[in-house]
């Protein structure tokens, strides 16, 4: 099984790919998404760093009320910290919100507010790998280089019948170069733009996971695995990521509130460089007895165990315990620990993980 393509004029794979590619996305391809109208880099970027490790239909609602909070690059690099948190909350890979807001002070201080129009430069951004770069380069400035993200590389792996192991570093430079050669000869920016949301396209509603559509793929007639029955067989990646399994206890500690009948909730702020570095969480413990441990025994007796919780991480499973636990909040001051008293409405402004959102919200209704 060959991963190489032959020279073009003897394959014509490399050939036929570019005009079936886009001729079918002009046809059929996607066309609404909000960040096609436009070749603004700050929009393009945006919406790209979304879609990374998260659906389309879930990036829809953020990108807008993320534009309506910060609709240019320099506002968003004003924008406290804490601002770019609380509305990435719940899209999660919070590192990414880290490196946006990074990367949007870089460009302001660096670049004059105007985002480098190559791939290469691009690249030298904080958060901006190699595919991003390149699908901004290519919808915004017309450049002749290839994305190959997870749903590309899968494409192109049955596509090209590439057998090499994807889970190597070696392997995806080489299923790169084999990208570059599959780009239009000579496109115009409009080719360029199809192009790339064609790969994406192709990707997210065809060749799928599991169950391609086959039978409905514009390039079927070139794909090498589909020729020889061997589609299930790719892409070849050896490694799945594997999660450790983790306990946290959630110290929710609870008082009275300064309003009459409200109630406040102590938040602390993650630490960083770590899971949910610089969101608000309530105090996390390694065992219920190092709960127990800082709460006063006579609060103890009426601490109230909830219903633990399961949560995915690319790396960790995190099995979260909360107990919630009422103190007088004169015994948890910001003097004793990093943190802050905030009622259920301040919860809403602060950047919180998604399940310890929702915890919130199951308590005060
Ligand atoms: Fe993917 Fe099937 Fe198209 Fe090949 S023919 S690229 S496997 S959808």
Request: charged share 15%; with cysteine.
């Amino acid at each position: 099984m060959s991963a190489l393509p032959a020279a073009a004029g003897q394959d014509p794979l490399p050939a036929a790919f570019a005009p079936r590619l886009i001729a079918w996305q002009r046809e059929h391809g996607r066309h609404g998404l909000p960040w096609q109208q436009t070749r603004d880099p700050y929009r393009v970027w945006l919406s790209e760093v979304m879609l990374q490790q998260t659906q389309v239909s879930t990036v829809l609602t953020y990108f807008d009320r993320f534009l309506q909070r910060f609709p240019d690059v320099h506002s968003l690099a004003e924008a406290p910290a804490d601002a770019v948190m609380s509305l990435w909350a719940g899209l999660g890979y919070y590192s990414r919100a880290r490196n946006l807001h990074r990367c949007a002070q870089v460009v302001v201080q660096d670049h004059g507010g105007v985002f480098p129009p190559a791939a290469a430069q691009l690249q030298t951004l904080p958060g901006i790998g190699a595919s991003t770069a390149a699908a901004i380069a290519a919808f915004c400035f017309g450049e002749r280089v290839s994305i190959v993200d997870g749903n590309v590389r899968r494409v192109l792996a049955r596509l090209l019948a590439f057998d090499q192991d994807l889970a190597q570093a070696a392997s995806q430079r080489q299923l790169w170069a084999l990208a570059q050669g599959l780009l239009p000869p000579s496109p115009t920016p409009a080719d360029m733009s199809a192009y790339t949301q064609g790969l994406m396209d192709l990707g997210a509603t065809v060749c799928r996971r599991s169950q391609p559509l086959c039978e409905r793929c514009p390039v079927q007639a070139l794909c090498q695995a589909r020729s020889n029955q061997t589609v299930t067989q790719f892409p070849v990646k050896s490694s799945r990521v594997k999660r450790r399994a983790e306990s946290w206890w959630l110290l929710v500690l609870k008082s009275p509130s300064l309003v009459p009948d409200g109630m406040d909730f102590w938040l602390e702020r993650r630490p960083a460089p770590g899971i949910w570095a610089g969101l608000f969480c309530p105090p996390v413990l390694g065992s219920e007895a190092e709960l127990q441990q800082r709460v006063p025994a006579q609060a103890w007796q009426a601490a109230q165990h909830l219903p633990a919780m399961t949560h995915n991480l690319t790396h960790r499973e995190l099995r979260l315990y909360p107990v919630v636990v009422k103190v007088d909040r004169a015994l948890v001051s910001e003097r004793q620990a990093p943190g802050v008293w905030v009622n259920v409405a301040e919860l809403a402004a602060l950047g919180l993980p998604a399940p310890v959102r929702s915890l919130y919200q199951q308590l005060a209704s």
